[in-house]
């Protein structure tokens, strides 16, 4: 099966909820995956789906019965409901995932859309609806509770719910299109399965409510980032990774796809402040260990910028010939082996921080960007681009003074993208009246190389012909 | 054979190299190498063969003609955003914040083959070529295919991961045939190119017209993405109708808002500067006014400062320049050493307010999966836990 574009086995996928929320869960042969109150299923009856169908869990209402009777301790478990493919038109009614409670938009055909409504009357307009709150629904919520438990399916509870509506009627058909949406975020026991792509990890880390820890990041400005970091299969990219992992991810699935058979030689250094580097979302990510191993490698910013010696080095280990350090009996050849990771670390570090030039710098780090960049940068190729994320414009704008000023950056910019999403419904199309904030920055440059000092004869003054428009442009007249 | 110029680093700059010259910001050539040529700017001449061997990114200096300034310019590699930023438009292009945008949203990477449809200036193509496994590019205006055609040729792309087709999509789909005008390369007893996308990028005026051909070109065993790329929202209603009609779900339209800001000082000008130079005008003011006072009384000694200085016109110049915390009446370069500055940012003076609105959409065409082949793995899964 192709992991990439199949449901398969052992592997970290997305599960897109009816409440707009996401899951990131493993698929575990034999096992089941609780979605809370939104049901349960067996990992088994999904597998070899391509990605992308949204699944409805439904109950044979025996066999529920039957082990709630066997087990009174399991009363509190989610049953585990069998699979269905959700039918087009209810899944049309989910259309929009990325965004808030507040708007949800409505199905993109003629009114009405949901099969819970096609059997109900509705009112041109809302003249006759009067707010009498929640007297208008004569279930409580004890009686909506118990068809839960009875594992009624979603259909059913929200027809009940509607039939109990005394002023349901009243409604126009858009407002109660909007009742159904709402009914289903609660009651609907369906998901979708999504590839865990760089964006859904995202989107599942901003809905966790973990802003804070990817740095404000949105979809539209790692995007941006990707592309002016001119990111490829085969290019070497120094990267300061601050949100435990995204970055790199989102450099990973570009450069690779996910896919542990690419050929691509392609790495990414990982330079980090902390004694050891942190890329815990990595552990969501579908790529072996071994392509990780041969892909991602991390260095400390010390032994980046003052790197030990091979002699510093093989003072405190050589290695044994093959044959002596197989013959080590115990611990001493667990510490054998322990010692020589280490030094095959440091070799690496050397081969890492030697004379070789980097393809690209992409940085989100809170350390001090003015002190950081410039010194990285002397890793960078010429004619490579670097680009900073930051979660605000003030840090990158001091970073842009100062690169400014140094002739070995050329033309640093600072950039902001913003997507709106819009109500996509024919007719009613607007943007959306609520939209998350934020998104961040990105600076970016080219890193060049100053051309040597004219020489002394005559000349004092050297000017750039494009800096001498630019200084032109830039005088303040006060 | 020639070698794609926008994949892969290159060290130095070859004969023969095609680069970008950045003269400024908007001032961008892509220039090909060739040692007999000499590159002219309105500040002097570079010579090709001065900047053959030096490595990618270096600055090349001359002295300017009749002065003794410095002119330089930087040579660059190509990337498809600088080739957006140079690009001689023969279309309305799709800039970056919108491509990068596309690309992330549809997940591009060496596993997409996408559809581009139409081709236009190429500047989406090349991002495009970049990142991705392989490139179908459509355009039905015979001048800017043959155009297109003879540019991807020139940076290595048709050699690479790039086809290109001469075709009204709308009218005639997708589908690439032997003795179509295609640079798509039939191998022995092919009659049929296979597309098998999986990212499709409509520009076109009337992509609801050509999203019906979609579903013989697209992969069938995986989840489809489709961005649409129109300008009015009407495009974008009679697209959202055709989608609807066609099963493509999880329908959203966005768009994107880039903003570029430029970075600049304003000097800070306290209060007390400003009170304290008002002072001193005043001061000023009314010393000349006793002094022309002490004149009109005939009453100038010589123990009296110098003679009061008048300009042509007879008008008092005040001594008013002892205070200038500001620099009034110069011009003062920004971020000049002797005055304190606050670092700021300034947008764009004339910003893209509106590109395109982008209607996204996705489409699974074989919802069905091999139970049998299900059981193989699971049986054989099985199998290896008990050993």
Same mark, same amino acid.
């Not at chain 1, 580097?277 to 072996?288: G, I, P, Q």
């Given at each position: 099966m192709d992991t990439l574009t199949t449901i398969d086995f052992n592997q970290h996928v997305i599960v897109r909820l009816p409440s707009k929320n996401y899951k990131v869960v493993e698929l575990k042969p034999n096992t089941s995956i609780s979605l809370g109150k939104f049901g349960a299923f067996e990992v088994n009856d999904i597998i070899g789906y391509p990605f992308g169908l949204t699944f409805e869990i439904y109950y044979d209402n025996e066999e529920t019965s039957s082990d709630d009777s066997k087990d009174s301790k399991q009363k509190n478990k989610i049953p585990i409901g069998k699979v269905k493919l959700l039918s087009q038109e209810i899944k049309d009614d989910n259309n929009d995932k990325s965004d808030g409670q507040s708007e949800i938009p409505l199905a993109i055909k003629k009114i009405p859309t949901s099969v819970e409504l096609s059997s109900v009357d509705s009112s041109a307009t809302n003249q006759n609806l009067v707010n009498m709150g929640s007297k208008a629904q004569e279930l409580t919520i004890e009686e909506i509770e118990k068809m839960k438990q009875e594992s009624l399916s979603s259909k059913e509870i929200i027809d009940k719910i509607i039939k109990s509506h005394k002023s349901f009627h009243n409604k126009t058909a858009y407002s109660q299109e909007k009742y159904v949406n709402r009914k289903k975020q609660k009651f609907a026991k369906y998901f979708t399965v999504e590839y865990l792509s760089s964006s859904n990890l995202l989107q599942f880390l901003i809905d966790k409510g973990d802003i804070q820890r990817v740095l404000d990041m949105s979809q539209e400005s790692m995007g941006m980032l990707l592309n002016l970091a001119n990111i490829q299969p085969n290019g070497n990219y120094l990267c300061m990774d601050e949100t435990g992992g995204? &970055?790199? @991810?989102?450099?990973?699935?570009?450069?690779?796809?996910?896919?542990?058979?690419?050929?691509?030689?392609?790495?990414?250094?990982?330079?980090?402040?902390?004694?050891?580097?942190?890329?815990? &979302?990595?552990?969501?990510?579908? @790529?072996?260990?071994?392509?990780i191993k041969e892909h991602v490698h991390t260095v400390s910013l010390l032994d980046f910028f003052e790197p030990p010696t091979l002699e510093e080095i093989q003072e405190r280990f050589t290695p044994l010939p093959k044959e002596e350090a197989r013959a080590l009996k115990g611990g001493k050849k667990n510490s054998y082996y322990r010692r020589l990771r280490w030094y095959n670390t440091q070799l690496q570090v050397l081969e890492l921080t030697g004379n070789f030039l980097y393809d690209g710098l992409v940085v989100a780090t809170t350390l001090h960007l003015p002190t950081v960049v410039p010194k990285l940068a002397e890793k960078v190729h010429g004619s490579r681009p670097i680009v900073c994320y930051g979660q605000f414009k003030e840090t990158l704008l001091e970073l842009a003074h100062? &690169? @400014?000023?140094?002739?070995?950056?050329?033309?640093?910019s600072i950039l902001e993208t913003r997507c709106r999403p819009y109500q996509s419904v024919r007719g009613k199309l607007h943007p959306l009246m609520t939209m998350k904030g934020g998104g961040g920055y990105l600076m970016w440059c080219h890193r060049v190389i100053p051309a040597p000092e004219p020489a002394l004869e005559t000349v004092t003054e050297v000017e750039s012909s494009d800096t001498v428009i630019e200084h032109d442009a830039k005088k303040q007249k006060i | 054979m020639t070698a794609n110029c926008f994949s892969g680093y290159k060290d130095l700059i070859k004969e023969g190299d095609l680069t970008l010259i950045w003269v400024s910001r908007d001032n961008i050539k892509p220039v090909r190498m060739q040692s007999e040529e000499i590159?002219?700017?309105?500040?002097?001449?570079?010579?090709?063969?001065?900047?053959?061997?030096?490595p990618y990114g270096s600055q090349i200096a001359i002295r300017t003609k009749g002065s003794n300034k410095f002119a330089f310019i930087h040579v660059l590699q190509p990337t498809p955003e600088l080739w957006t930023l140079s690009l001689p438009h023969r279309t309305q292009i799709v800039y970056t914040p919108d491509s990068s945008y596309i690309m992330q949203r549809l997940n591009c990477s060496p596993h997409s083959r996408v559809i581009e449809a139409g081709t236009g200036s190429g500047s989406f193509s090349h991002a495009f070529a970049r990142s991705v496994g392989h490139l179908f590019s459509f355009e039905f205006h015979q001048v800017r295919y043959e155009q297109a055609l003879e540019e991807f040729k020139e940076h290595g792309l048709i050699d690479d991961n790039v086809t290109i087709t001469h075709r009204d999509v709308c009218q005639d789909g997708f589908v690439i045939k032997k003795g179509d005008t295609t640079s798509y390369e039939f191998i022995n007893g092919e009659s049929a190119a296979l597309l098998n996308a999986n990212v499709v990028f409509l520009d076109l005026p009337a992509p609801w017209d050509a999203i019906p051909h979609l579903d013989s070109v697209i992969a069938t065993d995986e989840k489809v993405g489709l961005c649409c790329f129109s300008p009015c929202i009407e495009q974008v209603d009679k697209t959202l109708e055709i989608l609807g009609k066609h099963g493509w779900t999880d329908v959203e339209m966005v768009e994107i808002q880039g903003r570029q800001y430029e970075s600049r000082r304003q000097m800070i000008r306290s209060l007390d500067d400003a009170l304290e130079r008002l002072r001193d005008i005043k001061k000023h003011k009314i010393q000349g006014v006793e002094r022309r006072k002490r004149m009109f009384n005939n009453t100038v000694d010589s123990s009296d400062e110098k003679i009061e200085k008048r300009s042509e016109e007879g008008i008092p110049l005040t001594e008013k320049a002892k205070f200038n915390p500001f620099g009034k009446g110069s011009r003062i370069k920004e971020g000049d050493d002797n005055y304190k500055w606050k670092e700021v940012t300034k947008v764009e003076t004339e910003i893209k307010s509106h590109t395109s609105y982008l209607t996204f959409a996705f489409k699974v065409i074989n919802k069905s999966r091999s139970d049998e082949k299900v059981n193989e793995v699971l049986q054989s899964m099985n199998k290896q836990q008990k050993d």
């Open positions: 995204l &970055l790199v @991810y989102f450099l990973l699935e570009r450069m690779f796809g996910g896919d542990n058979e690419s050929k691509s030689n392609g790495k990414v250094i990982v330079i980090h402040e902390n004694e050891h580097a942190n890329l815990d &979302l990595l552990k969501f990510a579908n @790529y072996s260990e071994k392509f100062t &690169l @400014y000023s140094d002739l070995r950056f050329l033309a640093p | 590159f002219n700017t309105r500040y002097g001449s570079f010579p090709h063969k001065d900047i053959i061997g030096k």
